[in-house]
T-cell receptor
Framework: NAGVTQTPKFRVLKTGQSMTLLCAQDMNHEYMYWYRQDPGMGLRLIHYSVGEGTTAKGEVPDGYNVSRLKKQNFLLGLESAAPSQTSVYFC????????????FGPGTRLTVT | RKEVEQDPGPFNVPEGATVAFNCTYSNSASQSFFWYRQDCRKEPKLLMSVYSSGNEDGRFTAQLNRASQYISLLIRDSKLSDSATYLCVVNKETGANNLFFGTGTRLTVIP
């Protein structure tokens, strides 16, 4: 039982490049989330999904897109990376009953130069 | 104003000490409250829920004061393994988009 996994773990991008972060969970959770964590800012929700085929904007969605084609996967895309997107990105999942108990992946450290 | 505010610390305490963290929240309609723990360069994990009547889990005690809108976490007999950042989390409403995370309080337990 791997829980929540994320790939890649580290990535360096140049400004304007694109990339996709992959999140996978094996707990059969309906809800999945993408957060970014920056020093002094706490975790901020980028996008989330309440089920396969559905996504919604969180607190800081600009510059990101997401897709949830399969229940177990949640993809985060950066179409044109900017230095302001340098951050640690965490994916999480939860059941519908206990949304407060979110299970996080190990994070992706992204640097945009 | 931030939804959740915490003293970032760091709190440096000797092994065996008792340490307490507070956290304040801005929305009086907030429904439930939690503490998450995040080790250095790791992901956050749920530590415990915070109930209105207060609750204890081993050496950890969580308290809620709705009138003053603050939450506390008390750690007794600190261990080296307690060194981590403790995130105060507020659940504003039901549904998926409902958790607000504080910036965290960093604790270092010194031998």
């Amino acid at each position: 039982n791997a829980g929540v996994t994320q790939t890649p773990k580290f990535r360096v991008l140049k400004t304007g490049q694109s990339m996709t972060l992959l999140c996978a969970q094996d707990m059969n959770h309906e809800y999945m989330y993408w957060y970014r964590q920056d020093p002094g800012m706490g975790l901020r929700l980028i996008h989330y999904s309440v089920g396969e085929g559905t996504t919604a904007k969180g607190e800081v969605p600009d510059g990101y897109n997401v897709s949830r084609l399969k229940k177990q996967n949640f993809l985060l895309g950066l179409e044109s990376a900017a230095p302001s997107q340098t951050s640690v990105y965490f994916c999480a999942s939860s059941s519908t009953r206990t949304t407060y108990e979110q299970y996080f992946g190990p994070g992706t450290r992204l640097t945009v130069t | 104003r931030k939804e959740v505010e915490q003293d970032p610390g760091p709190f440096n305490v000797p092994e065996g000490a008792t340490v307490a963290f507070n956290c304040t929240y801005s929305n009086s309609a907030s429904q439930s409250f939690f503490w998450y723990r995040q080790d250095c360069r790791k992901e956050p994990k749920l530590l415990m829920s915070v109930y209105s009547s207060g609750n204890e889990d081993g050496r950890f005690t969580a308290q809620l004061n709705r009138a003053s809108q603050y939450i506390s976490l008390l750690i007794r007999d600190s261990k080296l393994s307690d060194s981590a950042t403790y995130l105060c989390v507020v659940n504003k409403e039901t549904g998926a988009n409902n958790l607000f995370f504080g910036t965290g309080t960093r604790l270092t337990v010194i031998p």
